[in-house]
């Protein structure tokens, strides 16, 4: 099952605009963490942020963390026709012994010029 | 370094009969995890391995099986293949079993028809 929700569901925007995408989860977590994926390819890393931290940053990326209201949210600034792809985030819920993580359904972000 | 390599990357495979995907992790990284992408929606774990033990299953029937070898490489199995089989197939690896992120390969391709 899914753990969560990413929304919106699909986003369109220009090149240069600032897309945000939320996430939210349903149980406690280690960390949270952020993945893209280019046309139903391989996911590639993006940012992780542990849940003792409320906001990270990677270049043009910005993430936040609110424990409290289970969300995030990844901000990408100054888009890109190449940033176009489905942007997932995943829980990792996990004690220690072993790592699952839950994906949430993705965002799918279209960048126009 | 190479990253994350499986193969093949496309199957055609008919109901009822066996499937092996293969995946090589990351040299240096000794947890590899398995996870199934069905179009639209976001991965599912199946299983993680490290250092050739089974530490986490998700919530797959028995048809589906996995295995680590000592140079870390992986199989993952899939017996009496039905119809909603049908998905992209991940393999990720990481350099520990837990929290930390996780490197995905291109994914395998499985039609079954």
């Known amino acids: 099952s899914q753990q969560g929700e990413e929304d919106p569901q699909a986003l369109s925007i220009q090149e240069g605009e600032n897309a945000t995408m939320n996430c939210s989860y349903k149980?406690?977590?280690?960390?949270l963490q952020w993945y893209r994926q280019n046309s139903g390819r391989g996911l590639v890393h993006l940012i992780l942020?542990?849940?003792?931290?409320r906001e990270k940053h990677s270049g043009r990326l910005r993430v936040t963390l609110d424990t409290s209201k289970k969300s995030s949210s990844l901000l990408i600034t100054a888009s890109r026709a190449a940033d176009t792809a489905s942007y997932f985030c995943a829980t990792d819920a996990n004690t220690g012994t072993a790592s699952k993580l839950t994906f949430g359904t993705g965002t799918r972000l279209q960048v126009t010029l | 370094d190479a990253g994350v390599t499986q193969s093949p990357t496309h199957l055609i495979k008919t109901r009822g009969q066996h499937v092996t995907l293969r995946c090589s992790p990351i040299s240096g990284h000794k947890s590899v995890s398995w996870y199934q992408q069905v179009l639209g929606q976001g991965p599912q774990f199946i299983f993680q391995?490290?250092?050739?033990?089974?530490?986490g299953r998700g919530n797959f029937p028995d048809r589906f099986s996995a295995r680590q070898f000592p140079n870390y490489s992986s199989e993952l199995n899939v017996n009496a293949l039905l119809l909603g089989d049908s998905a992209l197939y991940l393999c990720?690896?990481?350099?520990?079993?837990?929290?930390?992120?996780?490197?995905f390969g291109q994914g395998t391709r499985l039609t079954v028809v």
């Open positions: 990720a690896s990481s350099w520990i079993v837990a929290r930390t992120e996780a490197f």
């Open positions: 942020i542990r849940s003792n931290e």
């Open positions: 391995y490290y250092e050739k033990e089974e530490r």
């Open positions: 149980t406690s977590i280690n960390n």
